[in-house]
């Protein structure tokens, strides 16, 4: 696709269980990134993926938290046994490295917001 | 540990005046910083980067600054619309190759 898609764009579940979000970067970046919005704050960075390097997980808040990226292209937000301080926007931005596109900037997705009652 | 930091949530400005945002950054010395855009219920936007040598960089009624001594970026808009009105964030490159953000400032334009 052109730009970065995300899914689901709304999720509403219930405390104890466990969710998935899925990102589809665009075709050809290499670097994934995982970011958490809570509502009116700043973006809280998750964790990143870059080519075949092992991924910087420094971001996640707890062992609840887990995400692969399959092929160097999709990637999954693991939520296990979700909490309601877990509501937030998630977001997906993908990327080419800083050398190869001059400003390493970064695309995003819509965001999956995700309720937890 | 590095800090990125936006002083202002929140900035009120008359229309055709110019908004000045500003972000500071501690414990670190990144070689670049960026500038988003974000509007309510959708994903940033990339605005600009500007890099560690540059001192100022421009892209039509955008202008960023980039000061190393005081560890700081500007964020101005000039002639200001009520279009402008948005949360802009600034970010930069974390140690580990990632990009860490602030926590963006909310710039409201009034007619």
């Known amino acids: 696709g052109a730009g970065v898609s995300q899914s689901p764009s709304n999720k509403v579940t219930e405390k104890g269980k466990d969710v998935e979000l899925r990102c589809d970067p665009i075709s050809g970046h290499t670097a994934l990134y995982w970011y958490r919005q809570s509502l009116g704050q700043g973006l809280e960075f998750l964790i990143y993926?870059?080519?075949?390097?092992?991924?910087?997980k420094s971001g996640l808040p707890s062992d609840r938290f887990s995400a692969e990226r399959t092929g160097g292209s999709v990637s999954t937000l693991t939520i296990q046994r979700t909490q309601q301080e877990d509501s937030a926007v998630y977001l997906c931005?993908?990327?080419?490295?800083?050398?190869?596109?001059?400003?390493?900037?970064?695309?995003f997705g819509e965001g999956s917001r995700l309720t937890v009652l | 540990s590095q800090k990125i930091e936006q002083n202002s949530e929140a900035l009120n400005i008359q229309e055709g005046k110019t908004a000045t945002l500003t972000c500071n950054y501690t414990n670190y010395s990144p070689a670049y910083l960026q500038w988003y855009r974000q509007d309510p219920g959708r994903g940033p936007v990339f605005l600009l980067l500007i890099r560690e040598n540059e001192k100022e960089k421009r892209k039509e009624r955008l202008k960023v600054t980039f000061d190393t001594t005081l560890k700081q970026s500007l964020f101005h808009i000039t002639a200001s619309q009520p279009a402008d009105s948005a949360t802009y964030l600034c970010?930069?490159?974390?140690?580990?190759?990632?990009?860490?953000f602030g926590k963006g400032t909310k710039l409201s334009v009034k007619p």
């Open positions: 970010a930069t490159g974390g140690s580990q190759g990632n990009l860490i």
């Open positions: 993926f870059q080519g075949n390097s092992a991924p910087d």
């Open positions: 931005a993908s990327s080419l490295p800083l050398g190869a596109s001059g400003t390493g900037e970064l695309f």
